[in-house]
């Protein structure tokens, strides 16, 4: 099946860095979503990028579909955006809908 | 004003209990999805539904059923509950059609 690879596995940063986290997929895509999971579990959908760029805040990410790879920026660091954010990928042909989660990565954001 | 629930938000049972968690949704949506996050892991899929009638197993179904009692509820059963059981329940729901999955809380579940 499908391979969803994300690093770095951690990653620290002071309050105010920026900082790229990257997803790599094996195998073509319907659909995929970014995550953030806060650390009280819960997970918040970031975006919906299938393909092309999006915006929203200090937060950006680019799929670039042909390759096999998302990005997600974080711009502007703070304490609030720790948390573990996860690449998820509903591969081509499949179900729909059943997402293959990557094992995301750890940010912590320090005062 | 949650649009996805889960009960109960925490939940400590022991070995051979049956338990049952519940998962309900004010989207209108018809797919419905359960999954499981073990510490440091991403989800995986235990079980999905297209609607009522439409009920799919996924990657790790062993140990677990569900039911899917309305388009608005879907509960996932653990008939005998055993330690590695132990992790973080999700409900997730997405419209037919859509590309986009809503996760509901969650539910930490603990098997002694």
């Known amino acids: 099946g499908i391979q969803v690879e994300q690093s770095p596995p951690d990653l620290i940063l002071q309050e105010g860095a920026n900082s790229t986290l990257r997803c790599n997929f094996s195998?073509?895509?319907?659909?995929l979503q970014w995550f953030h999971q806060n650390p009280w579990g819960q997970l918040i959908n970031l975006f919906y990028?299938?393909?092309g760029t999006k915006q929203n805040g200090r937060l950006s990410a680019t799929t670039v579909a042909t390759e096999r790879y998302s990005l997600l920026y974080i711009s502007s660091s703070q304490t609030t955006d720790s948390g573990v954010y996860f690449c998820?990928?509903?591969?081509?042909?499949?179900?729909?809908?059943?997402?293959?989660f990557g094992k995301g990565t750890k940010l912590s954001v320090k005062p | 004003d949650a649009d996805v629930t889960q009960t109960p938000r925490n939940r400590i049972t022991k070995t051979g209990k049956r338990i049952m968690l519940e998962c309900s949704q004010t989207?209108?949506?018809?797919?419905m999805y359960w999954y499981r996050q073990d510490p440091g892991l991403g989800l995986q899929l235990i079980y999905y539904?297209?609607?009522?009638?439409?009920?799919n197993k996924g990657e790790i179904s062993d140990g677990y059923s569900v039911s899917r009692q309305a388009q608005a509820k879907f509960s996932l059963s653990l008939e005998s509950a055993i330690p590695n059981q132990t992790a973080l329940y999700f409900c997730?729901?997405?419209?037919?059609?859509?590309?986009?999955?809503?996760f509901g809380p969650g539910t930490r579940l603990t098997v002694l």
């Open positions: 998820a990928v509903d591969p081509y042909g499949g179900s729909q809908g059943n997402l293959i």
């Open positions: 195998d073509s895509v319907n659909n």
């Open positions: 990028i299938p393909s």
């Open positions: 989207k209108g949506h018809d797919r």
């Open positions: 539904s297209f609607d009522v009638k439409d009920i």
């Open positions: 997730a729901t997405m419209p037919s059609g859509g590309n986009e999955q809503f």
